[in-house]
């Protein structure tokens, strides 16, 4: 075997090793260990390359197409994670007519930590907006006890918004359903189309919802603690792809 195929092999375990212990160990961080095993893949298919190169002149030339093909995907997606990072921002300068809340996971029936990211950034964007309505949307997922509306109502509700201004979407199970749902609800408590209006959600999760809200989002992002650096990272790499498949789909 070859030095340089050898080298690609052992590369490639190195990366099926980490894949696992993100995806198995470390599961936080999950999504990126499948993109290491994507890696472990490509890799092993380099060391193939490196041993029919010297045998079959198309190996060569199909070394340069998967090389052009990573080349243009990684470009691709510095684009998109680009976009991503710049659209994590709040707006503090806007003057919402309304203001959704984009649910995210549960602990039985408590915040998971994202959740709980989102809901200190809404309670505190509402303390500047006193007579907007809010929306909260998410429905009750797998292993959640309720609903991710009642969640946070009963959140927002124990820490001083007045449960009046709170308005529950449970239907939503996903990012398009909380914009498709959350425009039906204001639009039957009188919020024009196209208003202005505050979304919540993670830092690394506003470039999407903004692309799906369309006129009028006005950003609001939530951030992880410090010390939660890996998992964000993890989330913005993540993101990426969720908003390639939004522009594809």
Same mark, same amino acid.
């Given at each position: 075997m070859r030095r340089a195929e050898a080298a690609w092999y052992s590369l490639a375990a190195l990366c099926l090793l980490l894949g696992g212990l993100m995806r198995f160990v470390f599961t936080a961080v999950r999504f990126t260990g499948l993109l290491f095993w994507c890696a472990a893949g490509v890799l092993v298919v380099f060391a193939l390359l490196e041993r029919w190169k010297g045998k079959y002149r198309w190996a060569a030339w199909l070394r340069r197409l998967v090389l052009l093909a990573l080349a243009a995907g990684f470009a691709f997606f510095a684009v998109l994670e680009v976009w991503v990072v710049s659209w994590s921002g709040t707006d503090w300068d806007a003057e919402p007519e309304a203001m959704v809340v984009f649910g995210a996971g549960l602990n039985g029936a408590a915040p998971s930590l994202s959740l709980t990211s989102r809901l200190e950034a809404a309670l505190a964007y509402a303390e500047d907006w006193p007579e907007i309505p809010i929306v909260v949307s998410g !429905?009750?997922? =797998?292993?959640?006890?309720? !609903?991710?509306? =009642?969640?946070?109502?009963?959140?927002?509700?124990? =820490?001083?918004?007045?449960?009046? =201004?709170?308005?529950?979407?449970e239907q939503a199970g996903n990012t398009e359903e909380n914009v498709r749902y959350s425009q039906a609800l204001l639009a039957s408590l009188g919020v024009p189309a196209g208003a202005e209006v505050a979304l919540v959600s993670s830092d690394y999760h506003l470039c999407r919802a903004r692309l799906l809200w369309g006129e009028g989002a006005v950003p609001v992002g939530a951030r992880l603690p410090g010390r939660y650096f890996p998992l964000t990272v993890n989330y913005y790499v993540r993101e990426a792809f969720a908003v390639a498949e939004a522009l594809v789909f």
């Open positions: !429905s009750q997922g =797998r292993g959640e006890d309720i !609903s991710e509306a =009642r969640c946070m109502a009963d959140w927002l509700a124990g =820490r001083g918004v007045p449960p009046e =201004r709170i308005y529950l979407e």
